[in-house]
């Protein structure tokens, strides 16, 4: 077995399973579409170790992870900024989708998740004429910037 390179007696397995145990309502209503490979047969894990942090929805082999943010994430809006700017260098990709979201629009929420999966551009955007899309504007980082994206679609599928 390949050894970590991080720290396997650092709480994280622990608040993993605690957070597992303890799901929100939105975290359960995503996670049973999740589940199973039910979305276009992507292997979803729920509050799955990433480093020193906890990503709520993992999808190794699409290096995608989803956060559904309640309430508590206005108050540590650095540590988000942390964590994503951590999972962006490991390669993945960051969805953030608010509770509201998750209870009201779950079929929208599925949508984003799934053109993210297949590499589509988002439906509230036209894909570019050559290239990647653009990046963030200058001094907004991947959380402003991905979040803002989400919303926005969410918005225009809602």
Known sequence: MMKSRFAS???TIDRARRLRRDSTPAEKKLWAMLRGSALGGHKFRRQQRLGPFVADFA?????LVIEVDGDSHVAQIDYDVRRTEFLAREGYRVLRFANGDVMDNLDGVC???????SGSPSPSHAAAPRGAPPSPPR???VYEFQQLRTRSSLHDMG
């Open 9 to 11: 007696n650092d709480g």
């Open 59 to 63: 999808c190794q082999s699409a290096r």
């Open 111 to 117: 949508r984003v998740i799934e053109a993210a999966l």
């Open 139 to 141: 001094g907004e980082g």
